[in-house]
């Protein structure tokens, strides 16, 4: 429900869709200053009152949408997972095709930009608020689930079994971690083609050991 805070914003708009698409402006400008708030000062200095504030709404309306501090950032690292591969068509793939072209948009995504910052955040912070570990494990699952149905579905079309895709999609994705989790934390550049060349090896190293899944 709109606060006082909320309906000036609304005059003059009409019944019906528009709200729907005020509604989703709303929640867009809430996670775009929790976002914020969150990098500047960390999870733990967060403060719901200055994100109400940044975005021009009221507390009312944010625990409307989310009832605490978690339940907004799994908000916010939700939001960023539309960026990730998770959302990435790989159908029309075949299956080294998929996996470089899986590994290297999650690269290039997560090593620039704000998400970046948001896997910093995570890190630095998770030893003290495990609800940061949760939420950046669900998000991984999301992950590896979409990737364990392409090898199935590649498995199926190209006449190779695959006893267990989760454990190959876990495998392709856990041998980039290492290499992300240094470069993040240290703050490395890491140019284009030294990723790539991470992913060449990965995919190599699995596509040899195929006849074992």
């Known amino acids: 429900m709109a606060t006082a805070r909320d309906r000036p914003a609304m005059a003059g708009r009409s ?9 989703a402006a709303v929640e867009a400008e809430l996670l775009a200053a929790a976002l914020k708030e969150f990098l500047q000062h960390g999870y ?8 109400v504030k940044a975005a021009g709404a009221s507390k009312t309306t944010l625990y409307s949408r989310y009832a605490s501090k978690e339940a907004l950032f ?10 990730l591969p998770a959302s990435m068509p ?9 996996l470089k072209a899986y590994l290297n ?48 579905e590649r498995a199926v079309i190209d006449g190779i079994a695959c006893r267990d895709p989760v454990a190959v999609a876990e495998a392709c994705i856990y041998l980039m971690l290492g290499r992300y989790v240094i470069a993040m934390m240290t703050k490395s550049k890491i140019p284009p083609a030294t ?19």
Do not use: C
Request: hydrophobic share 40%; net charge neutral; proline share 2%.
């Open 44 to 51: 733990g200095g967060a403060s719901l009152t200055r994100i």
């Open 90 to 98: 790989l159908h029309h793939y075949d299956l080294e095709s998929g």
């Open 74 to 83: 799994r908000a916010v690292m939700y939001m960023h997972m539309e960026r």
């Open 195 to 213: 990723r790539r060349a991470w992913v060449d090896g990965a995919v190599r190293l699995l596509i040899e050991a195929r006849g074992s899944w």
């Open 15 to 23: 019944r019906g869709r528009p709200k729907l698409d005020e509604a």
């Open 105 to 152: 948009q999650g690269l290039d995504v997560s090593l620039t930009g704000e998400l970046l910052e948001v896997n910093r955040l995570i890190y630095s912070e998770s030893h003290r608020f495990p609800e940061l570990g949760r939420a950046a494990t669900e998000r991984s699952q999301l992950g590896i689930a979409q990737l364990a149905a392409f090898i199935g």
